[in-house]
């Protein structure tokens, strides 16, 4: 099959969805499909697992929100044509980008929605941001109306869908984000760091600055590393805390390598419907690399490692620091931790995703 992946953000920049967009673009690319992913062009270097898969930049150089309009358009315009062109099955990345799409003439596409975009506090936060967010949600659903397939990374995310704009529940497939075993399976014999707790993503406003800062307080603590960048990264630097170390972005290798030598790896959110049916990327690696974890309430993913043993699952109002307390303090039960997550990582690769994919293609 020829089929074309749009997706309108930085490829080079380390995310949830760029591990999504390039781990379904390389998959289908391995089983033997013509793949082309148009993007922006990049800041740095694309991901070396898209080697086997063709790409076609466009070059806009503006960065941030409001460019976000322009960048969508061109390379809507792009992925339109080339999909003509070669006969191609259209997969658009985001709600938002698919409804820009629409106004370019794409019709009949596979969305694949990572997030819903207008309940963001990117938009809310703007000056005037009520009105940015009636924009986005009407451009959101000219997407969703007018994708022939719509896949989700949740349940809970199919469930809001359908709350909100009363979408049927047979539009939808529902493919989780998964994690590469090749990628960290060297490092599962890290040696632990006493007294370690990792954070690793996206430094985005769904995390909960003040639960990290009562994290840093800990006695039994020796070093809270955070890995990665984002909006609040600000909030973060500003705690006073001497344990704090962050890293910003780091390679997979150096990420990977610290994580696994945590005791504890964690996810402290604030909990809200968009939180509930998010796939956080980072909780797939966590449970690979074999670290016991402390997360927050809410996702799908989140109630299954509570369920199999491999995290302390924390409901909102309840006490986050005193959970990694526990772990930091009892070896026992961070092994069991430890083993449970290895084991449950088994069934949640992007090989499993991609096959799922596949299937949805025929």
Known sequence: MHIVIAHGADLSKPSGGTERVSAFASGLAD???????????PSGSLPSR??????????????????????????SRRAKRIAEERGAYLQIEHSTLA????????RDFVLDMHD???????????????????????MEKLGID?????????????????????????RFTTIPNGHFPGLTAEFTD??????????FGTLHPKISVPIMKEISQLPELSEFVIIGDGPMRGKLERIDSDKIRLTGYLSDAEAFRTVASAEVAINPQHVSPLQRASSPVKLYNYAALGVAMVLTEGPDVVRELGERGAATVVREGEDFTTAVREILTDPSLRMSMQAAALDVATEFT???????LAELYG
């Open 190 to 199: 890290v040696d632990t760091v006493e007294g370690r707790v990792v954070f």
């Open 50 to 75: 898209l080697n086997g898969v063709r790409t076609s930049t466009v070059p806009v150089n503006h960065s941030g929100i409001a460019s976000q309009p322009i960048r969508g358009a061109a390379v």
């Open 31 to 41: 089983a033997g499909h013509d793949v082309t992913v148009v993007v922006p062009r």
């Open 99 to 106: 409804g820009l799409s629409t106004l370019v003439g794409c």
């Open 350 to 356: 992007w090989d499993e995703r991609v096959r799922s």
């Open 146 to 170: 007018e994708a022939q397939e719509i896949i989700v990374v949740s349940d809970q995310m199919q469930q809001l869908v359908t709350d909100i704009w009363n979408v049927p529940a047979d």
């Open 116 to 138: 819903l975009a207008h309940p963001s506090p990117l938009y809310g936060n703007l000056p005037a941001g009520m009105i940015f967010q009636s924009i986005v949600k009407r």
